[in-house]
Every structure is written in structure tokens, then in C-alpha cells.
T-cell receptor, first 114, second 113 residues
Framework: AQSVAQPEDQVNVAEGNPLTVKCTYS??????LFWYVQYPNRGLQFLLK??????LVKGSYGFEAEFNKSQTSFHLKKPSALVSDSALYFC????????????FGSGTKLNVKP | DAGVTQSPTHLIKTRGQQVTLRCSPK?????VSWYQQALGQGPQFIFQ???????QRGNFPDRFSGHQFPNYSSELNVNALLLGDSALYLC????????????FGQGTRLTVV
């Protein structure tokens, strides 16, 4: 069975500092991993994905994520946080047998303070 | 490109009623999935439609049903509404098959009173 865990309900960081939002996964087979962001009263916006290849994946708005197979982690990172990055972030794993079925984590609220 | 569009954006229904939510996928996309996002939780997979058929279903009762039309648009129907059905319902579209990301609509906020 596929699942993801986001151990932190909330992450607080000061503007300009680096940020990390954690995600660990459990899959049978190859992992297809994604990060999405959700702003208030909005749907989910795609940030980045890992399918295969380099362990460091670059995505939208300056975000990147590091895939670590031995630790089964896919942490989201950004070198310098912006106040506008404040939102709800979801890690997701795609079902290996179903191209459009995603399992989402419970979400991490990122608060970036000026 | 309008992306994924959902209607209505907000809806209030009474317990026991029936509701229909609508989704138009991103241009060129042929696969539509529906998710339920309860307050404070991540989205939960309801079901997926491809070639006008339900292809896979999550852990949701038969009160939840759907349909996909020849133009790839989709409807989600919920019968005998319960208070616990109150949630944000998200539609996602993608191309099938492939390792592509899903594109989500803004959602329909359903409140059951």
C-alpha cells in the first residue's frame, strides 16, 4: 500500500531563512512523488515531482525537493523563504498501478514571518 | 487555457438531499479524478473516470457516484447527504497514461446542514 507522512502540522520560519517541509513515504515499487501547495479557498497547485533521475528536483517558485531512497524521504526545501510562501503544503505519492490516483499526506502549514 | 474548472464554488444542502458537482478538465486531458478534502486533512481519493467508465474507486460508499461525458467533463453525485459529507470536493485531470502530474480545480465547498 502507498502512503505518505508529513510529521509536522506547522512550520514557522523567518523571511529570508531557508525552509524545509518534511515528507516520508511508503510504497511498493518505484516511488512517484509530488509536492502540491494550497492557498486559502483554492485548489492544489503543482510544485514539483520526482519520477526518476537526479535526487534533487527543482520546481516552481524556487522550491526544490531532495529524494532520499534509503531514508524514504522527499523533503521540500527553499533557500530563502518569502512571506508569500505561507500556505498549506501537501506531499503525495502516485499509485504505481494507477496513473491518476494520489495518496496525500495530512499537510503542513508553512508560516513565513516578516 | 482555462485549466480545470469546477462548479459551483460553494453549495449548502440539507441532510438527506442529493447534490451534483461538475468538473471540466484541462484542455486535452482525458482522465478525471475526484477527491474529498475534509477540514484540516489531505485530499482523499473518491474515484477516477477514463473513457467514460469508473476505473478505480477509493473507500467511499455507494452514495457517491459519478459520470464522465464524451467531452471528458465529469459529474460527482452524492445521495442521502450526511453532515460528515461537508468538505471541499476537488476535481483533478491528467493525461492517461503517463507519469504526469494531476491538475486540480479550485474545488467546490459543500456544506451539509
Amino acid at each position: 500500500a502507498q502512503s505518505v507522512a508529513q510529521p509536522e502540522d506547522q512550520v514557522n520560519v523567518a523571511e529570508g531563512n531557508p525552509l524545509t517541509v518534511k515528507c516520508t513515504y511508503s510504497v511498493s515499487g518505484n516511488p512517484y512523488l509530488f509536492w502540491y501547495v494550497q492557498y486559502p479557498n483554492r485548489g492544489l497547485q503543482f510544485l514539483l515531482k520526482y519520477i526518476t533521475g537526479d535526487n534533487l528536483v527543482k520546481g516552481s517558485y524556487g522550491f526544490e525537493a531532495e529524494f532520499n531512497k534509503s531514508q524514504t524521504s522527499f523533503h521540500l526545501k527553499k533557500p530563502s523563504a518569502l512571506v508569500s510562501d505561507s500556505a498549506l503544503y501537501f506531499c503525495a505519492v502516485r499509485d504505481g498501478n494507477n496513473f491518476n490516483k494520489f495518496y496525500f499526506g495530512s499537510g503542513t502549514k508553512l508560516n513565513v514571518k516578516p | 487555457d482555462a485549466g480545470v474548472t469546477q462548479s459551483p464554488t460553494h453549495l449548502i444542502k440539507t441532510r438527506g438531499q442529493q447534490v451534483t458537482l461538475r468538473c471540466s478538465p484541462k484542455s486535452g486531458h482525458d482522465t478525471v479524478s475526484w477527491y474529498q478534502q475534509a477540514l484540516g486533512q489531505g485530499p482523499q481519493f473518491i474515484f477516477q473516470y477514463y473513457e467514460e467508465e469508473e476505473r478505480q474507486r477509493g473507500n467511499f460508499p455507494d452514495r457517491f457516484s459519478g459520470h464522465q461525458f464524451p467531452n471528458y467533463s465529469s459529474e460527482l453525485n452524492v445521495n442521502a447527504l450526511l453532515l460528515g459529507d461537508s468538505a471541499l470536493y476537488l476535481c483533478a485531470s491528467s493525461l492517461a497514461p503517463g507519469n504526469t502530474e494531476a491538475f486540480f480545480g479550485q474545488g467546490t465547498r459543500l456544506t451539509v446542514v
